[in-house]
């Protein structure tokens, strides 16, 4: 089976928003062993987006559209597909009717141009869609298969997964259930990720099913195994071996699976030992209390923390001594750990978490951009970690949030709690 997209929308050909589906739908399709020949983006208007159909189907057994399904003037993807497949529209009474009852039970009152929605090519099938209004589309052109989805990216990924997906395996002759495991990893760089699992890989790629891919963002790396099977528990059967090589070749970096975040994960631990963190912020700026606050329930483990930016705060808040300050400047390890132990006993929290470095662009203090000290103190010792990290000032900084993250969460897995 070989399959194109096209985006539907002129507000991707201006630039205005970013064809994030095809990214999504790329690596769905990739996962699930299906070719993507083309993918591309074409504007509001009706000839167009019906010759791009007739070119892709001259080319392809299956496109997959997304955009343009809504109920105004410039949603022309149910006309387009009529055009090209040569047939005239139709209204479908049960997909009016429903968007009737739906629009009553929100109370609202509905212009007759949204029962456009309803309208189909002849031949179509219409795909539900259980997050919004415009159903999808699913016609046979020739010996080709065209799907059309809505633009709205939660909508379309939920009909993708729920209908195309099964749909396009059948057809390619394919196993039907695809199950996908994501390890999340943090404190280890995707190369090191990479070469830790490379025998793995090897092994993997000879057999095809399960696959094994990586994908680096936010400092992290993450790692999902993908598998395919006639049901789900058989495919899971296929995932769990790998996975447990996967964790036993990564050790402590693996910090969770699939939805898990690295702040929530934290948070849990620190929770199961009725411990609190206060963070000591200079090149970070707030940016690791912004994320120790991102999990819902933080109050219960996060006490505060201290943005001691201007080198004489982090003597008058943090009680950094002024001595060692004087003679090391403020991008150091040791300052970072007086900072962990100033902000630990100020904000009276089980342990204190400090950051200094030198986000950059310019060098400070004879110190290079990137140079990052990073300092944790609690009743069970101290640790301390010291970073070149790559990339600009943004990078650099957001690199630093994680690795402060990762260095607690390493420590307090490690650490039994007291007893
Ligand atoms: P709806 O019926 O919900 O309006 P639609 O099928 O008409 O959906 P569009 O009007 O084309 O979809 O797009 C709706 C919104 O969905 C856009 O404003 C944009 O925010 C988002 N969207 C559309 N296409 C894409 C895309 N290719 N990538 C990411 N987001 C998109």
New binding site residues.
């Given amino acids: 089976m070989r399959v194109e997209l096209l985006?539907?929308?002129t507000?991707?050909l201006l630039g205005d928003?970013?064809?994030?589906?095809?990214a999504w739908l790329g690596t769905r399709l990739a996962e699930a062993g299906l070719d993507v020949h083309t993918s591309a983006v074409v504007g509001d208007n009706l000839e167009r987006i019906a010759s791009a159909v007739r070119d892709a189907l001259g080319r392809v057994d299956t496109l997959v559209i997304?955009?343009?399904?809504?109920?105004t003037q410039d949603?022309l993807?149910r006309e387009a597909l009529a055009e090209a497949a040569g047939v005239g529209l139709r209204r479908d009474p049960t997909l009016e009717a429903a968007l009737r009852a739906r629009f009553t039970a929100l109370r609202r009152d509905v212009p007759e141009m949204n029962y456009r929605?309803a309208d189909l090519p002849e031949g179509a099938t219409p795909l539900a869609n259980e997050r919004?209004?415009?159903p999808g589309i699913r016609l046979a052109i020739g010996a080709g298969v065209v799907y059309a989805l809505?633009?709205?990216?939660h909508?379309m990924e939920a009909m993708f997964t729920g209908m195309v997906l099964p749909d396009l395996l059948q057809r390619a002759g394919e196993p039907a259930t695809i199950v996908s495991r994501t390890l999340r990893t943090s404190g280890m760089w995707e190369s090191a990720v990479a070469d830790a699992l490379a025998a793995l890989v090897r092994e993997l790629d000879r057999a095809g099913n399960p696959t094994i891919a990586f994908l680096a963002g936010r400092g992290q790396t993450r790692v999902r195994i993908t598998a395919k099977a006639p049901d789900r528990a058989a495919a899971l059967a296929l995932v769990e071996p790998v996975e447990a090589a996967a964790r036993r070749a990564l050790g402590e970096a693996v910090y969770g699976a699939d939805s898990d975040s690295l702040e929530q994960v934290v948070h849990h631990l620190l929770r199961g030992r009725g411990a609190t963190v206060a963070v000591a912020e200079s090149l970070t700026g707030g940016l690791l209390g912004a994320a120790l606050t991102d999990t819902a329930g933080s109050s219960e483990t996060f006490r505060g923390g201290v943005i001691a930016y201007a080198t004489e705060l982090k003597t008058n808040l943090l009680e950094v001594p002024a001595e060692l300050l004087a003679a090391r400047g403020p991008v150091d390890a040791g300052v970072a750990a007086a900072m962990a132990s100033g902000v630990r006993q100020a904000l009276a929290a089980t342990y204190g978490l400090a950051t200094t470095g030198v986000a950059g662009p310019d060098e400070h203090g004879g110190a290079p951009p990137g140079t990052v000290h990073i300092a944790l103190i609690g009743p069970d010792g101290a640790e301390q970690r010291s970073l070149r990290l790559p990339g600009d000032r943004s990078r650099v900084r957001e690199l630093s949030v994680v690795a402060a993250l990762d260095l607690l969460r390493r420590h307090l897995a490690r650490t039994p709690p007291p007893e």
Avoid: K, M, R
Wanted: glycine share 22%; hydrophobic share 30%; proline share 11%.
């Fill in positions: 985006a539907v929308g507000e991707l928003i970013v064809n994030t589906n095809a997304t955009g343009g399904l809504g109920p949603d993807t929605q919004g209004t415009a809505p633009g709205v990216p909508e």
